[in-house]
């Protein structure tokens, strides 16, 4: 077999799992994200699906995180969120975490797997066009850890456009999911204090983060143009 009908072969084959992949992102994204953001935004609805699997709710709770994650359509807040009403903050957090991190993975390898062309299928192509600037950055592990830790960024599509970039994989992993830290925190200790019945406390961080992510979203352009430079 000669080099070119390899190389032949090989391209069937990747635009094959391509198009699989594709199609199956699609399918979930249609068939369970909204029936997922319905479930998260009520956390008391969330632990009851979660009870009914016993011994297992835990990795049902990451598995809807990885999807989450994964998905990008669904809004991350209220799954973190909706897991300290369940678990409580510090759990909460080491959940989602856990979560976070495993689509993290499949998210950045499969955009490093298949490429621009994927990315391209179900990422808006203007937020492909913003970022672009990380493909070839040198410099794109300190910007992408500054993008983290901002709030309103959008993080999910971050993973994707990761997995073009020359960033190390593992570094990545680990800088991305210590940055989100700060922000899982918040999230689940709104929930614990939710299924506490500390309303007024709730109230006054979901003000406070809310406050944050306003000021974040208004300058966000600001924010990209200057780590441009």
Do not use: H, W
């Given at each position: 077999m000669s080099i070119r009908t390899r190389k032949i072969?090989?391209?069937?084959?990747?635009?094959?799992?391509?198009?699989?992949?594709?199609?199956?992102?699609?399918?979930?994204?249609?068939?369970?994200?909204?029936?997922?953001?319905?479930?998260?935004?009520?956390?008391?609805?969330l632990k009851g699906f979660l009870t009914f699997y016993g011994t297992v709710s835990i990795a049902v709770f990451i598995g809807?995180?990885?999807?989450?994650?994964?998905i990008a359509t669904i809004p991350g807040e209220l799954v973190q969120v909706a897991g300290g009403?369940?678990?409580?903050?510090?759990?909460?957090?080491?959940?989602?975490?856990?979560?976070?991190?495993?689509?993290?993975?499949?998210?950045?390898?499969?955009a490093r797997?298949?490429?621009?062309?994927?990315?391209?299928?179900?990422?808006?192509?203007?937020?492909?066009?913003?970022?672009?600037?990380?493909?070839?950055?040198?410099?794109?592990?300190?910007?992408i850890l500054l993008l983290f830790l901002v709030p309103g960024?959008?993080?999910?599509?971050?993973?994707?456009?990761?997995?073009?970039?020359p960033v190390n994989s593992l570094l990545f992993f680990v800088l991305s999911s210590t940055a989100r830290i700060p922000a899982l925190?918040?999230?689940?200790?709104?929930?614990?204090?939710?299924?506490?019945g500390n309303y007024l406390l709730a109230v006054i961080l979901s003000l406070l983060a809310c406050l944050f992510f306003v000021i974040s979203i208004l300058h966000k352009d600001r924010i990209v143009k200057y780590l441009q430079k």
């Open positions: 072969i090989r391209l069937i084959l990747k635009s094959m799992a391509l198009l699989l992949v594709v199609c199956a992102l699609v399918y979930i994204a249609q068939k369970y994200g909204a029936a997922i953001t319905r479930l998260v935004q009520d956390p008391g609805q809807l995180q990885v999807l989450q994650v994964v009403y369940v678990y409580g903050a510090i759990m909460g957090t080491l959940y989602s975490i856990i979560g976070i991190t495993l689509g993290s993975i499949i998210a950045f390898s499969i797997i298949f490429g621009f062309s994927l990315l391209s299928e179900f990422i808006p192509k203007k937020s492909i066009e913003k970022y672009r600037f990380l493909m070839n950055s040198p410099k794109s592990v300190r910007i960024m959008p993080k999910d599509i971050f993973n994707y456009i990761a997995g073009l970039t925190l918040v999230s689940s200790f709104i929930g614990a204090n939710l299924r506490q």
